[in-house]
Nanobody
Framework: QVQLLESGGGLVQAGGSLRLSCADS????VGWFRQAPGKEREFVAA????????PYGDSVKDRFTISRDNAKYTVYLQMNSLKPEDTAIYYC?????????????????WGQGTQVTVSS
């Protein structure tokens, strides 16, 4: 059983940075999603076990970077140039076999989420 644990969320001013971690991610493809109040869960980024990243969500590309340390079974999400609209709960998820990496229903395991709040 895979138990994912996110950390690194918090409160930051617009233009600032945060780095999220997703521990115990196993040998899986891992995705980051976010969900703001009243909105659907949104794809952010994903990375293969090999370390190759997949295309980012449109709203975060060129600002966020996903990476992983397989020795630690940990996936990271570096978030730069944060905006108030990035405020959400961020979740990491792992998939054993996936067709559409942007579809949250294709992920098998989810963490509890970590809150990111960006003030203006």
């Amino acid at each position: 059983q895979v138990q994912l644990l996110e950390s690194g969320g918090g409160l930051v001013q617009a233009g600032g940075s945060l780095r999220l971690s997703c521990a115990d991610s196993g040998r899986y493809l891992v995705g980051w999603f976010r969900q703001a109040p009243g909105k659907e869960r949104e794809f952010v980024a994903a990375i293969r076990w090999s370390g190759g990243s997949l295309p980012y969500g449109d709203s975060v590309k060129d600002r966020f970077t996903i990476s992983r340390d397989n020795a630690k079974y940990t996936v990271y999400l570096q978030m730069n140039s944060l905006k108030p609209e990035d405020t959400a709960i961020y979740y990491c998820a792992a998939s054993q076999r996936i067709t559409n990496y942007k579809d949250p229903s294709e992920y098998d395991y989810w963490g509890q989420g970590t809150q990111v709040t960006v003030s203006s």
